[in-house]
């Protein structure tokens, strides 16, 4: 596999991407690459990830996923 096709989202994958706790700068560039290309992101916090992704320069839909609507979510 090339290294650009493991930056870019494939249609109909699921991506599980680790996000930083306190600094932003540890934010992978793959990492970075799959958030800026996905149509959504689900998220436990959608105002955290939001403001993650603002700082990011990224617009992305967002979804809450956790442990109190999972069930219903899935």
């Given amino acids: 596999m090339s290294e650009n ?8 994958h699921l991506y599980v991407v680790a996000t930083p706790i306190g600094n932003l700068a540890d934010l992978t560039e793959r990492a970075r690459a799959i958030l800026a290309g996905v149509d959504l992101v689900a998220c436990e916090d959608t105002r955290t990830t939001g403001a993650m992704l ?10 809450a996923y956790h442990e109190h609507n999972e069930t219903e979510a899935a």
Wanted: charge should be positive; avoid cysteine; aromatic fraction near 6%.
């Fill in 5 to 12: 096709s493991s930056l870019t989202p494939q249609p109909g």
């Fill in 54 to 63: 603002t700082r990011l320069g990224l617009r992305r839909d967002l979804f």
